[in-house]
């Protein structure tokens, strides 16, 4: 018995040690193009020495802050870039959890007719690519001159005008609230407006969270829009928009390294939020999954 | 068994009829049992209302009916009545004086949008009808009518809804629905780089840019279509299962009893998704360019002569992006699963044991099983958004490398959306990109229907509850 035990343990203990050989390497390689990209902002380009383009080895042979300093340096807009791609994110945050937690709440709590109906409808809505519409909305923006100079209003109007269709995580976790308390509340007199505002919102403070977190990080990796809109003008470009310019065009050679430095102080209060949130998006996350 | 699915069949559209029927029946009853102030409101919305004291939603009707009205008259009908040609008179530049003809792309947005208001005039018509048939029946009754204080009111208790979803359904209506139809009805037109507005006139074509999709001729779009709807669906199988299974089981791995820091490792896989993708990807594309820094340490090392074609060879691309897309996949899985794993009830394995089965049988057994009746659903929505997974294979590569066997500019690694996205913007070929979007629709619409129905939670609700 003690022996067969002894043998289990063994066993068990060589698992685990595998396991953690494979964590190890797994981490190497999902922590390695962030060490990369970390390592390249540093690199400096002396000329003799190194360049700012891609290179060949990873550990940079002289460090400086030569990239972080073009940033600030007023030879471009990255400033601009940054505080625009804030704006939006922050307007888009707010804006669209409070029009998803609207669309949530008439949906799970109230019945009215043609309910199923507008579900299937934005379905089915929901099927087609979002491309699709990019012309027409340009025109409809550039009609209300939210287009190029004004692409910034323009581009948080387009964000939060469709919000309305992602209302299914929100919704489940309403669904799980229950209808009772509603009950109690209407008949001690209570509006559906006032159960709304000051007893289902305050109990959903993780959907909430996490609502607006997705709504705040979409911002920041979105091309297609912010381009086609913002379209030729430099200054109401997004980060995104702006800076893989310096990743794609002719010369990139020389911009790699600033383009790592821009990408690293985009990243980190983006990871920093993200990482201190982390709960709440895991929890939506899961709750979306499981009732798709 | 035949018989009942005819029935079923003819069932929404009896159903259409009967209802339309029984709207027209009342309506009828409502002008010849109405008094005058009904029959007044048949032309004057909401006159029946204002005149029997509830003045906010009598003015409400008429100011809605002014509004329309003098929308469809003062500036949606000279567009309107275009809609059929789509405009005829061209803009005449060959002067020095420039003199405007029609705008195609206006006649065709704001037709669209002066039908809808049609459409809205009707239905807010036969609103107030209904109200007033409503409002005369209570007086027959001998009951009061609500007043316009208790009217204002209900918008935040009874009809709350009504206010929670005026603004969304307005924006989605604006910036979804109208743009959606503009673009379908664009697929039956040859709006082109030929057919530019405002210089240009474009007009309708019937199912042409269809024929085109379908014609495998060296100038159609048959082959292309073919490969970049194949490659498609081929991505988002694997994108979707790769990821999926991997994920799984880096979730069992950091889950397995005995291994600690299990945040540690957590947080170290969530970076990916806390790092904006266009920072990340736009680094690992990079990574694996000729002059990146894989293939760098590779010849330096001597392993191999010539850079290896990750981005320029069209199989090479397609499986580097398959690898990176695990990289970027397996996070969200992985936080998935976790949360997922730890509610399988814990004696199932307990008694699994006892019988002596192995870890695999206990995986293939128990939750495996679990974990595909769960997730069932949203395997199904990763899978068609995989269809459209356009930042991955954008940033990653732009659906390059290019190739001289496909038309409309796409490439080897292009999805239905990227070629959709290319068309838009590289050739302006609007007609082409309009038809491909509804193909899009049409394969995420099929696949969606077709695997709804065959997932276990659908058809048996309470397998694991």
Not at chain 1, 68 to 85: K, M
Not at chain 2, 150 to 169: G, R
């Amino acid at each position: 018995m003690k022996e067969k035990r002894s043998s289990m343990k063994r066993k068990r203990l060589i698992g685990n040690i595998f396991s953690y050989i494979l964590l190890i390497l797994i981490s190497l390689i999902w922590l390695f193009p962030f060490v990369g990209l970390v390592l390249n902002s540093f690199r400096s380009y002396k000329p003799g020495v190194e360049y700012g383009g891609m290179v060949d080895y990873l550990v940079p042979k002289t460090f400086s802050l030569d990239s972080y300093r073009f940033l600030f340096s007023g030879e471009n807009n990255y400033v601009q870039w940054y505080l625009n791609t804030i704006i939006i994110a922050i307007f888009t945050a707010v804006l669209q959890t409070m029009i998803v937690l609207c669309v949530s709440y008439a949906l799970s709590r109230m019945r009215f007719k043609g309910r199923t109906l507008l579900m299937r409808f934005w379905l089915i809505l929901g099927m087609f690519p979002g491309f699709l519409t990019m012309i027409c909305l340009y025109f409809l923006l550039k009609q209300m001159g939210l287009t190029q100079a004004g692409a910034i209003p323009g581009l948080i109007l387009v964000y939060v005008a469709s919000s309305g269709m992602g209302y299914y995580v929100c919704k489940g976790y309403f669904d799980t609230i229950p209808k009772a308390l509603d009950e109690a509340a209407r008949i001690d007199g209570a509006s559906r407006a006032r159960v709304f505002l000051t007893m289902t919102i305050p109990m959903s403070k993780p959907i909430i969270i996490y609502t607006a977190l997705v709504a705040f990080m979409a911002p920041w990796c979105d091309y297609v829009f912010a381009s086609y809109i913002a379209f030729g003008h430099d200054s109401s470009y997004n980060v995104a928009v702006a800076m893989q310019r310096w990743v794609w065009t002719g010369d990139y050679q020389g911009y790699f390294t600033r383009f790592c430095a821009g990408g690293v102080l985009v990243a980190i209060p983006i990871t920093i939020l993200f990482m201190l949130l982390q709960n709440y998006y895991v929890e939506g996350v899961t709750g979306g999954a499981v009732k798709g | 068994m035949e018989k009942t699915d005819v029935k079923k069949k003819k069932g929404p559209v009896r159903d259409f009829f009967c209802t339309l029927g029984a709207d027209l029946r009342e309506i009828g009853t409502t002008w010849s049992e109405g008094d005058g102030k009904t029959k007044l409101s048949f032309l004057f919305f909401g006159i029946g209302p204002i005149m029997r004291g509830r003045r906010l939603l009598g003015v409400t009707f008429l100011v809605v009916e002014a509004a329309l009205i003098a929308f469809i008259a003062g500036f949606g009908w000279q567009y309107f009545s275009k809609l059929g040609t789509l405009g005829t008179v061209e803009t005449n530049a060959s002067s020095r004086v420039t003199t405007y003809g029609d705008n195609s792309f206006l006649i065709l947005l704001f037709g669209l949008l002066t039908l809808c208001a049609f459409f809205a005039l009707i239905f807010i018509w036969r609103l107030n009808v209904r109200e007033n048939r409503r409002e005369e029946l209570l007086l027959k009754a001998g009951k009061h009518l609500p007043s316009s204080k208790s009217d204002f009111e209900s918008l935040f208790d009874s009809n709350f809804d009504k206010t929670l979803l005026a603004l969304p359904v307005i924006g989605i209506f604006v910036f979804t629905v109208l743009p959606i139809i503009f673009m379908i009805c664009v697929a039956f037109t040859n709006y082109d780089a030929n057919h530019q507005a405002p210089s240009k006139l474009f007009t309708w074509v019937g199912f042409e840019n269809f024929a085109n999709l379908f014609s495998f001729g060296t100038d159609g779009f048959g082959s292309t279509f073919a490969t970049v709807l194949i490659w498609t669906l081929v991505w988002a199988f694997f994108a979707t299962f790769l990821c999926y299974f991997l994920g799984i089981a880096v979730a069992m791995l950091i889950n397995k009893k005995g291994i600690r820091f299990k945040k540690f490792w957590r947080t170290i896989l969530v970076m990916t998704i806390a790092v904006p993708q266009f920072v990340s990807l736009l680094y690992v594309a990079k990574l694996f360019a000729a002059d990146g820094l894989i293939n760098g340490t590779l010849l330096r090392l001597g392993w191999i002569k010539e850079a290896l074609p990750f981005w320029t060879d069209p199989m090479w691309a397609r499986i580097t992006i398959i690898v990176v897309n695990i990289w970027i996949g397996i996070p969200y899985l992985m936080l998935i699963a976790t949360g997922l794993l730890m509610n399988i009830p814990e004696d199932l394995y307990e008694s699994a044991r006892i019988d002596g089965a192995s870890p695999w049988q206990m995986f293939r057994s128990i939750t495996l099983p679990y974990m595909l009746f769960v997730t069932g659903p949203f395997l199904l929505t990763q899978f068609t958004g995989n269809l459209n997974n356009f930042n991955v294979i954008y940033l990653l590569n732009q659906g390059n490398p290019k190739s001289m066997g496909l038309v409309g500019g796409a490439g080897g690694t292009d999805l239905l959306v990227t070629w959709l996205y290319k068309m838009t913007i590289n050739d302006t070929n609007y007609r082409m990109a309009a038809v491909i979007g509804i193909m899009v629709f049409i394969v995420t619409a099929v696949t969606s229907l077709v695997v709804y129905n065959f997932l276990p939670s659908v058809k048996d609700e309470e397998g694991f509850q």
